[in-house]
C-alpha cells in the first residue's frame, strides 16, 4: 500500500522558515515523481513544486514562491523535503504531499497516492 506521510508543519511569523517532509513508502521509486501542493481556505489545490526520485530532477514553483521554497529528496530516506523560507501571510494553507508516475505535474488531478497534509499558518 502506497503511503506519504507529511510532517512539519505549523505557526510561523512572516519571514520565518518552515521544512516540510513527505516520506514516502510502499511502492517502487523507480520513474516516481513526488509533488507538493496546497489549498488556502475556498480556494483551489494549487501546485507548489515537483521532484524525480530517480535522479532529483526538479520542476520549479511558480513565481510567487521561486526564491523562497526549494525542493529536495534524500533517497536513502525516501523523503522529499520542502524548505520554506521567508514565508509571507498568503502562504497559509495546508501543504500536502502527492506520487504519480512518468512525469511531474501541476494538476492535482494527475496525482495518484496523498499524504494526509499538514497546516501552514504564517502570521503577519
Known amino acids: 500500500e502506497v503511503q506519504l506521510v507529511v510532517s512539519g508543519g505549523g505557526l510561523v511569523q512572516a519571514g520565518g522558515s518552515l521544512r516540510l517532509s513527505c516520506a514516502a513508502s510502499g511502492f517502487t521509486f523507480d520513474n516516481y515523481y513526488i509533488g507538493w501542493f496546497r489549498q488556502a481556505p475556498g480556494k483551489e489545490r494549487e501546485g507548489v513544486s515537483c521532484i524525480s526520485f530517480s535522479d532529483g530532477t526538479i520542476h520549479e514553483a511558480v513565481d510567487s514562491m521561486k526564491g523562497r521554497f526549494t525542493i529536495s529528496v534524500d533517497n536513502a530516506k525516501n523523503t522529499v523535503y520542502l524548505q520554506m523560507n521567508s514565508l509571507k501571510p498568503e502562504d497559509t494553507a495546508v501543504y500536502y504531499c502527492?506520487?504519480?508516475?512518468?512525469?511531474?505535474?501541476?494538476?492535482?488531478?494527475?496525482?495518484?497516492?496523498w499524504g494526509q497534509g499538514t497546516q501552514v499558518t504564517v502570521s503577519s
Open positions: 502527492a506520487a504519480r508516475r512518468s512525469f511531474c505535474s501541476y494538476y492535482a488531478t494527475d496525482f495518484d497516492s
